[in-house]
């Protein structure tokens, strides 16, 4: 059998007649595929029942063209598509179908007949080893004559990714979007300028920009702020000979949780599952004071957190050190830090000596890296039946972690930042 197959390119189709007689004249003429009173079937792809602009339906003005050129050799023409594979079509989804790609247009301007009959005939023929089966609807079947039409969708018109393209995806990025969102994701932007997603996102990677990611910050109004950076950094890099150099803070409202549900295990390919409810004991507050030179914790718990019991955890870590060894004391701005009751003590204990945070940088206190130990370790995942069990738990945890402890040592990556005593 001869098979060979013509291609025509129709750029614009204004010019589909004078395309199709072109391509039938390279086929030796239509005369020799198509007699009058024949029944021809125009077997278009419809399948994605859209015009082709972005697709790769048959167009219709083709269709219609086609059609034109055998109705004028006297034959009937009739436009048909068979189903695709495990699809089944009926009267309604084919007049959809005609409708959306273009078809009753083409049918009205040529002449041709549009063909409802869903009726269906199976096709078998081998192909190496295996045996193919496809349905072809009747009419394809009993027609003396099948024109296949199938366009070759070139697809869209490459977008070169120049500076000036590349500044305006920037700068409709730092925008807001008109829908009312409060960030941009790539398809939403591509279809707001009219370009292709990979676009905006090469863009974003080579600017280094992530706009659904979102980052909190807390900037300090203190006018003292360096000054006192400065000197909460010289006692970690380098404290006062002899002198004990601790960091002294509370984690507040810990919350003795238990669960009502049973902890299911972790098992191979099963992380550990907790009950959704849980039954609250109470709260308590956590007093620790972490040496920065052994990276040794000393912990207290209580009740609640008032001036007077951080004066008496000042009193515990004091007995702890030697009678005469100068204490220096990290700790926040906390209004419990600074009452009467706190300046009595260090009236009482000239050895000790507070040094306070800038406002609103905790982050310089490194017991918060401890605080954010624990709850990773313990208090995020425990399981506590009375506050008197979470209070023991966490004591038991201190005791185990100092057995261990290692101080934490800070980085400077950038010694132009380093601040030096």
């Known amino acids: ?79 048909a598509d068979s189903p695709g594979a495990g699809y089944k079509y009926n009267s309604k989804t084919l007049n959809t179908l005609y409708r959306k790609s273009g078809m009753l247009e083409a049918a009205e301007a040529s002449g041709a007949v549009l063909n409802f009959d869903t009726t269906c005939e199976a096709v078998s023929f081998p192909r190496g080893k295996l045996i193919k089966h496809f349905e072809v609807i009747n009419p394809v079947t009993t027609a003396d004559g099948v024109l296949g039409l199938c366009s070759l ?9 120049t500076p000036q393209l590349r500044a305006r995806v920037l700068r409709r990025t730092q925008q807001p979007p008109p829908d009312g969102s409060t960030h941009w994701s790539c398809r939403k ?6 370009v292709g997603k990979s676009l905006v996102h090469r863009v974003w990677q080579e600017a280094g920009l992530k706009p659904h990611r979102l980052e909190r910050y807390m900037a300090s109004n203190d006018p003292h702020f360096e000054a006192k950076a400065a000197d909460v950094i010289g006692l970690y890099l380098n404290p006062p000979e002899h ?22 295990p972790l098992s191979p ?18 007093y620790a004071a972490l040496n920065t030179r052994t990276g040794h ?9 008032t001036s007077a019991e951080f004066v008496s955890f ?43 945070t800038p ?8 017991v918060e890296l401890w605080f954010a130990k624990i709850e990773r370790d313990l208090l995020a995942r425990g399981i506590f039946t009375s506050v008197s069990d979470l209070s023991r738990k966490i004591m038991r945890y201190i005791r185990l972690y100092s057995q261990r402890a290692t101080p934490f040592r800070w980085k400077y990556f950038d010694p132009r930042r380093r601040i030096r005593p």
């Open 153 to 161: 969708y070139l697809g869209s018109v490459a977008r070169v990714l």
């Open 314 to 356: 000042l009193e515990q870590l004091a007995a702890t050190c030697p009678a005469e060894q100068p204490i220096h004391v990290i700790l926040d701005n906390l209004s419990a830090h600074k009452t009467p009751r706190v300046q009595d003590f260090l009236a009482a204990n000239p050895r000790v000596r507070l040094h306070y």
């Open 269 to 286: 390919g099963r992380a550990e599952r907790h009950g959704f409810e849980y039954f609250r004991h109470g709260t308590l507050s956590l």
């Open 1 to 79: 059998m001869d098979c060979r197959v013509y291609i025509v390119s129709c750029p614009d189709y204004d010019h589909a007649d004078e395309k199709m007689q072109l391509l039938f004249s390279m086929m030796g003429g239509i005369d020799r595929f198509v007699k009058a009173g024949e029944k021809i079937v125009l077997k278009a792809n419809l399948l994605q029942a859209a015009i082709p602009d972005q697709a790769v339906t048959t167009h219709p003005r083709i269709v219609a063209a086609a059609a034109r050129m055998v109705k004028g050799e006297g034959a009937l023409p009739i436009i």
């Open 359 to 366: 406002t609103y940088s905790s982050w310089l206190n490194q």
């Open 189 to 194: 932007l591509a279809a707001d300028l009219g």
């Open 297 to 305: 914790v000393l912990g207290k718990t209580a009740a609640r957190h």
């Open 243 to 264: 002198a004990a150099v601790f960091c002294v803070d509370e984690k507040t409202a810990i919350q003795a949780l238990d669960r009502l549900d049973p902890v299911l």
